[in-house]
């Protein structure tokens, strides 16, 4: 099982970042996927979900309105868009995936950075 991230960098604030997550090992259709971030001192919190067909996603109220996620089963890849970044979505960015009732599989990160 793997989960790969890739996408992410510096960026002002202001700015756009795409991240995408790439899936292999496993079904991807049959299992939702995640956005999840952590901050240095910080827990790591939940950013966006999308469920395994795509009909159900959800954002936190911090990045709504500006992230967002979307899935291809075709591709097995889940993406997220982030636009109108500040300086608090700083962060590394994980991927998982999750399927009913407690498989979870975890990517390593990837590092996003707004600054001027």
């Known amino acids: 099982v793997q989960l790969v991230e890739s996408g992410g960098g510096l960026v002002q604030p202001g700015g756009s970042l795409r991240l995408s997550c790439t899936a292999s090992?496993?079904?991807?259709?049959?299992?939702?996927m995640s956005w999840y971030r952590q901050a240095p001192g910080k827990e790591r919190e939940l950013v966006a979900t999308?469920?395994?067909?795509?009909?159900?996603?959800n954002y936190p109220n911090s990045v709504k309105g500006r992230f967002t996620i979307s899935r291809d089963n075709t591709k097995s890849t889940v993406t997220l868009q982030m636009n109108s970044l500040k300086s608090e979505d700083t962060a590394v960015y994980y991927c998982?995936?999750?399927?009913?009732?407690?498989?979870?599989?975890w990517g390593q990160g990837t590092r996003v950075t707004v600054s001027s």
């Open positions: 998982k995936a999750y399927r009913f009732p407690q498989t979870n599989y």
């Open positions: 090992g496993f079904t991807f259709s049959s299992y939702a």
């Open positions: 999308i469920s395994s067909d795509g009909g159900s996603i």
